[in-house]
C-alpha cells in the first residue's frame, strides 16, 4: 500500500521513492570504476602514441583488442580521444555521488544536468557498441568496463529522478511522470538486466565464432 | 481485562496478516522480475542459437560463394618484365604458359609457416616466373584461421579488379599476418587493400564481401583430397618437393629448364 500511493498524495516532501544514498553510492561506485577504465584507456592511448608496438594489458586475443579501437575514428569523434570525456565525466558522477553522501541536496538544474549527461553517455554508449561491433570488429576491454557501468547509471538515475519529481518542483512534478518512474524504479533491476542481455547477444552473435575458437579450438 | 487481551490479540493477528500479505507481494515481484529476465534470456538465447546456426559452417560473415573467372588474363609487370597473369581453378597463374617447368605452390595467408616462407623465397618465385623458366600457380587454401579464407577472397578480387596490383597484395597478405590480424573482419581488409593502391570500386566491393571466400573453402578441400597435407607446400612439374630457399629454387628451375630444352 505504501509504496503505490498515486495522485493527491505527493505532499510528503520526504516520502521518496526508493533511496537517495543507495543512488549516491552507485554513482560513486559505477563512476569509480568507469573512471579508472577511462584511466587505463587514456594511459594507454599515451602509451600506444610513443611506443607503437608496446605491448597492452587489454590486447588480449586478437578480437579483444583495445589497439584498433582506440585508433579507429569512432574511439576519437569529437576530434580527442573519447576517455577524456570519460575522465572528466566520471569525476562528477564520484563527486556528486559523494556528495549526497556527505549530506549535500542538489538543486532541480543540477539534476536535469545530470540527466543530460547520462542520457547522452547511453547513447554515446550505444553508438560506440554499434561501431566496436559492426564496423571496427574489436572488443575493448575497457570500453566495455565503461559500458557495463554507464548503463545502470542511466537506468537507476532515471527511474529515481522521474519517480521522485527531482527535475522541476517536488509539488509540480507531473503525475504521468512520477507514475512511469515508479514503474521504472520497481523494475529498474530488470530494464539493466535486458539492457546487458541485449548487449551481450550482440557480442555473441557478431564474435561467436572467435569465442569458439579461442575457448575451445572449434571452427564454427 | 479479556477484552483488552482480546483486542491486542486481534492487532497482532492484523499485524501478522499485513506483514504476510507485504512478503508474499514481495516474492510476488520477486517471481514476475525473475520470470521477465529468464524468458528474455531464453528467447535471446534462441535467437542468438538461430543466428549461429544459419551463418556457421560457411567460413565466413561474408556472403561469398562466387567463383573467381578462371581463364581470365592480363599481362602484368614483375621484376621490370611483362609477364601474363591468369586466374586459374585453384589461383593464380604467374608466367608463360609455355615455360618449361611448372611449379605449384600451396599456400594459406593465414598460416605463419607460409608466412616465413614468403619472406624467405617469395621474390624467387616471381624471378623465375619472370625469367620465362618456370610457370607458377599459386594455389590459394585456408587451414588455420579466416584470415586465410578472407586473404585469399581479396587475393583472387585484386587479380580480377587490378592485376597489376596483385604481386604487391600477394605479399603484403603475408607481411600484415599476425596476430591482431587474424580476426580482421572484411571492412578491414577493404581498408587494407586501399592502402595497397586498389581503386577499382568492384574490387572493393569483392574484397568487402569476402566474395571468394567459399571458394577458398571448397579449394582447401579439393586439395587437401587430393595429396595436399599441408600449407605451404611445393609441387615441381607435379612432384612434392621440399621448401627451397631463395638460391636453390632459382638454382633448380635453371637446371631443369635446361635439362628440358
Not at chain 1, 594507454?44 to 608496438?53: A, E, G, K, T, V
Not at chain 1, 557498441?129 to 557501468?149: E, K, N
Not at chain 2, 594459406?108 to 607460409?114: I, Q
Request: with cysteine.
Amino acid at each position: 500500500m505504501s509504496e503505490t500511493t498515486s495522485g493527491s498524495g505527493v505532499t510528503a516532501a520526504d516520502e521518496s521513492v526508493g533511496s537517495i544514498r543507495r543512488l549516491a553510492i552507485a554513482w560513486a561506485g559505477f563512476g569509480a570504476i568507469a573512471l579508472f577504465a577511462s584511466f587505463m584507456l587514456t594511459n594507454d592511448r599515451i602509451r600506444l602514441l610513443q611506443n607503437p608496438d608496446v605491448d597492452l594489458i587489454c590486447d588480449i586475443s586478437p578480437f579483444v583488442a583495445c589497439g584498433p579501437v582506440m585508433e579507429s575514428a569512432a574511439g576519437a569523434l569529437f576530434g580527442f580521444p573519447n576517455p577524456i570525456l570519460g575522465l572528466v565525466c566520471f569525476t562528477i558522477m564520484v563527486t556528486s555521488g559523494m556528495a549526497i553522501l556527505a549530506g549535500a541536496r542538489f538543486g532541480n538544474w543540477y539534476w536535469i544536468g545530470m540527466q543530460l549527461g547520462l542520457t547522452f553517455a547511453g547513447g554515446f554508449i550505444t553508438w560506440l557498441q554499434t561501431q566496436s561491433l559492426w564496423v571496427i570488429g574489436s572488443l575493448c576491454l575497457w570500453c566495455m568496463v565503461v559500458w557495463a557501468t554507464t548503463i545502470p547509471l542511466v537506468v537507476l538515475t532515471t527511474s529515481f529522478a522521474l519517480a521522485n519529481g527531482q527535475w522541476f518542483d517536488r509539488r509540480r512534478g507531473s503525475s504521468w511522470g512520477r507514475g512511469f518512474g515508479r514503474w521504472m524504479h520497481e523494475y529498474r533491476w530488470v530494464i539493466i538486466a535486458l539492457w546487458y542481455l541485449a548487449v551481450i547477444a550482440a557480442i555473441a552473435a557478431t564474435f561467436y565464432r572467435e569465442f569458439a575458437f579461442m575457448w575451445f579450438g572449434t571452427v564454427l | 481485562m479479556s477484552a483488552k487481551n482480546k483486542k491486542s490479540e486481534l492487532r497482532e493477528k492484523i499485524a501478522e496478516q499485513r506483514e504476510q500479505a507485504a512478503k508474499a507481494a514481495k516474492r510476488r515481484k520477486l517471481f514476475t522480475q525473475l520470470g521477465i529476465v529468464l524468458g528474455a534470456l531464453v528467447v535471446v538465447g534462441i535467437i542468438v542459437a538461430i543466428v549461429i546456426v544459419a551463418t556457421s559452417g560457411t567460413p565466413d560473415d561474408a556472403s561469398g560463394d562466387a567463383t573467381p573467372p578462371a581463364g581470365q588474363s592480363a599481362m602484368v609487370t614483375v621484376a621490370g618484365v611483362s609477364v601474363p597473369l591468369e586466374i586459374t581453378e585453384q589461383g593464380v597463374k604467374l608466367g608463360n604458359a609455355d615455360a618449361p617447368v611448372t611449379i605449384d605452390l600451396f599456400e594459406d595467408f593465414s598460416c605463419p609457416h607460409c608466412k616465413d616462407y614468403e619472406a624467405t623465397a617469395g621474390s624467387a618465385f616471381l624471378q623465375v616466373a619472370a625469367e620465362g623458366d618456370a610457370v607458377v600457380n599459386f594455389n590459394h587454401i585456408n587451414i588455420v584461421t579466416p584470415y586465410g579464407a578472407r586473404g585469399g577472397s581479396m587475393s583472387m578480387c585484386v587479380a580480377e579488379g587490378q592485376p597489376e596490383l596483385w604481386t604487391t597484395v600477394h605479399s603484403a597478405l603475408f607481411t600484415n599476418q599476425g596476430q591482431s590480424t587474424n580476426t580482421w573482419r572484411t571492412g578491414s581488409f577493404r581498408d587494407f587493400a586501399a592502402q595497397l593502391g586498389v581503386t577499382d570500386q568492384d574490387t572493393l566491393d569483392c574484397i568487402f564481401e569476402g566474395r571468394y571466400m567459399n571458394w577458398v573453402a571448397i579449394n582447401t578441400e579439393a586439395a587437401l583430397g587430393s595429396g595436399v597435407t599441408g600449407t605451404p607446400s611445393l609441387w615441381i612439374n607435379g612432384e612434392q618437393a621440399q621448401l627451397l630457399d631463395s638460391a636453390s629454387l632459382i638454382q633448380a628451375v635453371r637446371q631443369l629448364a635446361s635439362a628440358g630444352e
